[in-house]
Nanobody, 119 residues
Framework: VQLVESGGGLVQAGGSLRLSCVAS????????MGWYRQAPGKQRELVAA????????NCAESVKGRFTISRDNAKNTMYLQMNSLKPEDTAVYYC?????????????WGQGTQVTVSS
């Protein structure tokens, strides 16, 4: 499995970013996938998930109404549109397998993409 995240950066509070994740080595379209994040000193948490066909999504309460997860199976790519960013969204963001209700990652992780939100 190879997972490559991109799109992070430094943004002011209230701003937006769009993250991308390209997956290879798996049958992407059959896997529920998710975006995870890990802030300094905290455990990695699942923030959003989407089923293989894209028909169902779920988001953590902390990001509901601000983050939107989507995927393009033809491109083996998943996205996370992040709007109204807050300083507490600062973290390294990773993509990996998930269930619609929780974590179920593959054994390996990508390098992640850093998101920093300034106040």
């Amino acid at each position: 499995v190879q997972l490559v995240e991109s799109g992070g950066g430094l943004v002011q509070a209230g701003g937006s970013l769009r993250l991308s994740c390209v997956a290879s080595g798996i049958t992407f379209r059959i896997n529920t996938m998710g975006w995870y994040r890990q802030a300094p000193g905290k455990q990695r948490e699942l923030v959003a998930a989407i089923t293989g066909g894209g028909g169902a999504t779920n988001c953590a309460e902390s990001v509901k109404g601000r983050f939107t997860i989507s995927r393009d199976n033809a491109k083996n790519t998943m996205y996370l549109q992040m709007n109204s960013l807050k300083p507490e969204d600062t973290a390294v963001y990773y993509c990996n397998r998930a269930t619609i209700w929780g974590s179920l990652p593959f054994g390996s992780w990508g390098q992640g993409t850093q998101v920093t939100v300034s106040s």
